[in-house]
């Protein structure tokens, strides 16, 4: 389309805009704002269009209306204005344009009103992590419960994906979400008929069991234990006919067992329970498949040496099911793979533990001083924080190849979970004496460091040592440390 044609058609959207606003209390404005979604629904340029001429004020009146077509109007215009549109997506959050719809989706009694808004809420927040932990936030974990008893599967789907955004990452809320029973109600859906309800309700009992560095919730555990949920996840590794339905089952079920001995008792009695389910999962033509399998042994491997023995004792791994992943184009992946690798390497049959473990944590460190994604720079620090109090010897090396320095620059991210994530990693670390003179180092340099820290680690279990020298020498007053040029990131790899 020449110049001047895409001119033309942006001046005539231009004008129907200006047509909608002297709409407003007119009874033809459903059909304008239904036209309006249809010419936008799918096409970018005109998306944009329509924002540039500041649409979006008009939408939000209709939903103040009292008339429920007109509301509705609304907000699937909206939703058709910014599905697909990244920018369009940006744009409508930074205007904190939210609340009138979250203030009708409260209101509403009626399924059908709250797909709607749900939906559109949801388009807004688009793939981005922190904008969707934004919205969920905002619909709140009490509204979010509520849809998972709702007959809609959209609404099942929402509220397990809201409820999964809101325990991600540096911000536990999983006290909260214990408080209002979720657990029960997401065992529950795991019976769904819908195979995407089931997997999306297994993803978030996995999230509520297990927070960033692999830390439990005992009652949480207890309580999907107690729902029959060990049982009906057993069922689903054992008899799904879905590859990826049983792979999360598997770390599902990991994820419950992990520091819980009554809930790793009753999977050990389970007639249906065996590694040999999940080690058969490593074979599979899928790639993730085979990845997230790893992810799931690892899990039940961590700081578990019973349990590494019972997984050699039915096949075990070797070097070829977890390190072709670290040459993968996608980040994420090569960081779950050191993972896995630094803490399955002693069952790894076909190479030496120190040398599986070390490419692991070389790997790990690597993507924390290269990486340039906000993900995976959060999901590599949260593998340091996991390591940080696995094994003996885990922590040492990682010190030793200068962890503490690497991820001191995160912490003025301007991501909260990599803060967070990073936050939560030098807080194990600290109990290393090497690391907790490098960190104490650190925050002579920069007294802000201690502030993020202690914000992310507020109910976190701290170094006492180290606590206790930062309060010494802030009663000291002491200058700051000026940074060092010679500082030498070359040390060796530790025996690990």
Same mark, same amino acid.
């Given at each position: 389309m020449?110049k001047d044609s ?6 005539l959207?231009?004008?129907?805009v200006?047509l909608?606003?002297?709409c ?5 404005i459903?059909?304008?704002g239904?036209?309006i979604g249809s010419i936008?629904?799918g096409?970018?340029?005109n998306?944009?269009?329509f924002l540039?001429e500041?649409i979006?004020?008009c939408?939000?009146q209709?939903?103040?209306s009292?008339n429920?077509?007109?509301q509705m109007?609304?907000v699937?215009?909206i939703?058709r204005l910014?599905?697909?549109n ?10 904190n344009?939210?609340s ?5 989706l409260?209101r509403s ?16 927040s ?6 969707q932990r934004?919205?969920?936030?905002r619909?709140g ?5 509520e =849809?998972?008893?709702s007959?809609?599967?959209i609404?099942?789907?929402i ?5 999964r955004v809101?325990?991600?990452?540096p911000?536990?809320l999983?006290?909260t979400?214990m408080?209002?029973?979720a ?6 859906l795991?019976r769904s008929p ?7 309700a297994?993803?978030a009992l ?7 560095g692999?830390?439990?919730?005992g ?15 057993v ?6 006919q ?13 994820t ?7 809930n790793l008792?009753l999977i050990? *009695?389970?007639?249906g329970?065996s590694?040999?389910?999940v080690l058969?999962l ?9 990845l997230?399998?790893?992810e799931?042994?690892?899990t ?8 590494? *023995?019972e ?13 072709p =992943? ?7 992946r090569?960081?779950?793979?050191a993972?896995q690798?630094?803490?399955l390497?002693h069952?790894?049959s076909d190479k030496d533990?120190?040398?599986t ?15 340039r994604s906000s993900?995976?720079?959060?999901l590599a ?5 996991r390591?940080s109090h ?8 990682m ?8 991820l001191?620059p995160?912490?003025?991210?301007p991501s ?5 994530s990073?936050?939560?990693?030098l807080?194990y ?6 690391a907790?003179r490098?960190l104490l180092?650190?925050?002579r340099?920069?007294p802000?460091?201690?502030?993020v820290?202690?914000y ?7 170094s006492?040592?180290f606590?206790?020298r930062?309060?010494h020498?802030?009663e ?11 500082r030498?990131r070359?040390?060796?790899?530790s025996?690990i």
């Open positions: 020449c895409i001119g033309k058609e942006a001046s959207l231009a004008t129907l200006k909608f606003k002297v407003q209390t007119n009874p033809l459903v059909v304008w239904d036209a936008a629904e096409n970018r340029s998306q944009d269009v540039s500041n979006g004020s939408l939000y209709m939903l103040k009292h429920r077509e007109v109007s609304a699937k215009t939703h910014v599905d697909g990244p920018q369009a997506q940006r744009k409508v959050m930074e205007s344009n939210l009138p719809l979250v203030h009708l409260k009694k009626s399924q059908f009103t709250q797909e709607a808004i749900t939906r559109t809420l949801w388009a807004l688009g793939q981005d992590a922190e904008a934004m919205v969920a936030a619909i974990v009490p509204l979010l419960v =849809f998972l008893s007959p809609s599967y609404l099942n789907l509220g397990t994906r809201g409820l809101l325990v991600q990452g911000y536990d999983r006290n979400v408080s209002a029973n657990a029960r109600h997401l065992v529950r795991l819908r195979e995407d309800v089931v997997l999306s297994i993803r996995q999230d509520i069991c297990l927070g960033v692999f830390i439990p919730h009652r949480i555990q207890s309580a999907v234990a107690g729902s029959r949920g060990l049982k009906f996840l069922a689903l590794m054992r008899h799904s879905s590859e990826r339905i049983k792979v999360e089952a598997a770390l599902a079920i990991a419950l067992v992990l520091g819980h001995n009554e008792q050990g *009695k389970s007639s329970f590694f040999s389910h058969l490593l074979r599979s033509s899928d790639e993730d498949i085979r997230t399998a790893g799931a042994l690892a039940f491997a961590f700081n578990s040496i019973s349990q590494q *023995k997984i050699v004792q039915n096949g075990g791994l070797v070097w070829r099911d977890v390190a =992943f670290l040459e993968s184009a996608e980040q994420n090569r960081a779950l793979a993972f690798l630094a803490v390497a069952i790894v533990p120190s040398y473990c070390a490419v692991g944590i070389q790997t790990l460190i690597g993507l924390l001083q290269t990486a993900d995976t720079l959060a620090a949260d593998c340091v924080a390591l696995s094994r003996a010897g885990l922590c040492a090396a010190v030793s190849i200068d962890v503490v320095n690497v001191c995160l912490l003025s991210s909260p979970q990599v803060k967070g990073a936050s939560i990693a807080s670390l600290s109990f290393n004496p090497l907790e490098q180092q650190r925050c340099r920069d802000e460091i201690m502030k820290l202690i992310y680690n507020k109910k976190r279990r701290w006492e040592n606590l206790g930062w309060r020498i802030r000291l007053t002491l200058p700051p440390i000026r940074e060092s040029n010679h030498s070359n040390c060796r790899l025996t």
